[in-house]
């Protein structure tokens, strides 16, 4: 019992967050096509890793000790959380909560705490103002998010995301709920403050909540903000790809696959766009993104019960 | 079913952790690490109602507590934030009031946690919380819920149209007049204004903007 | 040797680049080596490259900057004095040497053959804790005293956007903060992040044009170089501006275009990249922000005031210029939307001048007004107009301020040309990319 209650889900959260963030580092070097950087693309980012982990980790004056030190760790804290939650097989479940959906949900908004801390604790300004751009947008992906993923339980009637999976059986949510996986993205650009959405570790705020950071806790939340990323398209696929569902291949290689593409889609869009303006974005969030999501959830309730 | 060793243990650590947390949050002098410090107490008793196995209330707790303190801690930033919240301020106010006050309640929720007659139902094996809450939200209560839901959600817009500069006819401190019905007549949908009264025009638009 | 600092050793180099007085486009060289990673903040640095002439009064500013950077680090000076406190500073000189001596600095201090550069400054706050009160906290009620030099909140000021009064938040950035002007020193309050006052209380360092716009100023010159140079500058400044928009990648490919500028270069496929990504649609302030009214942008001059509707250029005035069909590109807006625009339109022209020129072998006719890219320079030459910044940037959002500070060429023209020496790199560029 405690072999596959407790260690199994802990093996599998952090090797998923460990081997994917390294993943997210190659692939993201690797997009940058026609790039300056030096080096193998799969050797660099170990040797980043390891350029930080000698590195000293400053302090600024009179920061808030507590949550300085911990913040980063923190976050990747609930990103490997997020990944224990991603059914790989229907049996093999890292940890499979009757709720856990909404324990996923309770995720992003813990993370939007985590990530103030980060900002606040620095008692720095320009970490300051990226803590809380990122929370006053935080609010609005949030609510989309909710919308978005209220839309994908009711099929299965069951907040389980295994039973969400199992409702894909016949159709997959990304064809019966078009609107879900494109707003369920945008979200996951925006909780991840990744690429386009990166508002809170920006380069006009010279990357925000972690201006002060150096040394192994950089490493920690770069970790932490890569495996968080990877946690969000093992979500998506689970949630709007069928999860562990396909022919041929076992379901964890399945799985695996979508993830991956979604993680692919979410780096390239990372790499095209230009940061968005921060009022934009909110418009953007409040006016276009949250009614659709309202319509998305109409969409998914009108769907549900002409199916069932 | 008698709960396993392993579920005390966690009670145990999850109940110190929620009353010293609760505690530190009276010892801090940071509005910010104060309301943290009160959801990490929320997130102890959300993990001892998921024991409890009301899991989802439990796991919601984690939801609607992180969201409410952030949007406090961030109102907070905004209004204090000199620099960044973290310069000490004093958190407590009305020591003495407060201690009776908190001494008294502690009295009578421990007295009738101890001297109550709590009756002794165990539940149903196939009871779902999720199922129940659902059927109270959404069936008897439905009304009651509703009305409150919408109340609140009138009173969010209100506050925001009543604390915005931008108005209908213009900003607020610049004297938000509507148009008139043929150009450059007096104001429409509005009553006739004495002479006195328009007089303190500049007053009577300052008025608008509080 | 543990194989983690051997592992380190194979990282980029991060570089913190503190940009001086009379210096070339420095960061634009070092973007583009392999090997070399810039950062934005001197904590994520492992180098310091100090680079151009430091005045006195910012020797101070620097010292601070050097001991931000974690241990272990080292710092690399070119064309400039080391603090004497350093005991074996490197000194580049030759800025084709430089990439190559950055890579090898942070090499050795990662193998342990360098030891970390000491602290030059006493690791105390900047300010003394002055809070008053029983707890120290504030004065009267919750709040007065300045504890470590902040005041508490006590903000009666008028918030500037819908109204909603928010606690002031008062700060110094730069001198050598890297998304402003080398050497501009601003004291900002913020309200959220809505800025209430900008006050410039250091003025950034002269800027410089490439050589060539000196050398017109002497003897008629080939239109086709002149023009590539201007070409180049613009996209320099672009490269800086699409950093700070948060797109690197296009920053890059802005700078890759710079470095392999000819008559036949084609911005066209950059212009198309930049509207398809939504440059405009979603990334810079929306049409109506950043305004300079026209005597602002008159003042200012050069590409910002052409971007507000003033058809002012000195080429117009050349008889060379004419021969070729010149005429002055404007845009009417004058906002931070169109000064970008401007670039590109600007970028545009000077390319398709450059052609038509290097066929016929023109060379310019006119050595007392030359337009610089900064702006006319006839009887004057640009002067220093950062206080301009207080009356634009306040009511601007923090994103928008910057993306439209990074529009605005505030620095004065610095007159005396740099060292023909400076960088050889320049004249092989301009005899490669020319037919």
Known sequence: MILDQLILPWLLAWLMAGLGAYLVAVLDRWMATGSTQAGSVWLAPLASAAWLLTQQATTTEAPDAGAWRLAPALYLALAATGLALVPWSPTLVGVDLATSLVLWGSLEALATVVIFLHGWSANSHLALIGAYRYVALGISYLLVSMFVLIGVALPAESLRWTEVVAAQESLWHVVSQPLGLPLFLVVGLGLTFWGPLDLADSTDLSTGTAVERSGPPRLVWALARAAMLVAFSAIAATAFLGGWMGPWLPGPAWLLLKSLAVLVVLLWLGRRLPRLAPERCLTLMWVVLLPLSFVDLIWAGAVALWMA | ?210 | MSWQRRLAARAPAAVFLAEAARIGPVRETLALVPGIRLVDTPRHASVLLVAGVIPTGWRDDLRRIHDQLPAPFASVWCRCEPFEALRNPIRIDVVEALPQGVVETHRELMLGKRDSAPRLLPDEPPNPWEGLGDDGHGGEGMMGGTPYGRPMAMNMQDDRRDGLTLDTLTFRLGPFHSALPPGLQAEVSLQGDLVQAWTVTRKPFAGVVEPIFHAARQSSVPIAELELARARHHLHRLYRGLWLAGWPTMAERALRLAEKLGPNSDVAGLRRELERGGLWRLALPEPGRGVLDEAQARQLGGPAARAAGIDADLRSEDASYRRLGFAPTCREAGDTAARWRQWLDEIEQSLSLAGRAARYDLKTAETAAVETPRGPWAEGFPHDMSDLLGEVLPELEWGEALLTLASLDVAALDPLPLANDWRTGFAEAKREGSP
């Open chain 2, 1 to 210: 079913m008698t709960p396993s060793l392993a579920t005390h243990i966690a009670f145990v650590v999850l109940a110190a952790l929620a009353v010293l947390s609760g505690w530190r949050v009276f010892c801090t002098d940071s509005m910010v690490r104060a309301s943290f410090f009160l959801l990490l107490s929320f997130i102890a008793v959300g993990g001892i109602m998921i024991l409890l196995t009301a899991e989802y209330l439990g796991v919601a707790m984690f939801f609607m507590m992180a969201v409410e303190m952030m949007v406090m801690a961030l109102f907070m930033v905004m209004f204090m934030m000199n620099p960044a919240g973290l310069n000490p301020m004093k958190m407590v106010h009305q020591e003495r009031v407060a201690i009776v006050a908190g001494v008294a309640v502690f009295g009578v929720l421990s007295a009738v946690a101890v001297l109550g007659d709590f009756p002794d139902m165990p539940l149903p094996a196939e009871h779902a919380p999720v199922i129940s809450l659902g059927r109270e939200l959404l069936g008897d209560s439905m009304l009651v819920f509703e009305t409150a839901g919408v109340v609140l959600l009138t009173t969010m817009v209100g506050v925001v149209v009543l604390s915005s500069r931008r108005g209908r006819y213009g900003r607020a401190d610049e004297g938000s007049v509507p148009p008139g019905l043929e150009p450059g007549g007096e104001p429409a949908g509005r009553p006739k204004e004495s002479e006195e009264e328009k007089g303190e025009e500049g007053g009577h638009a300052h008025q608008h903007h509080h």
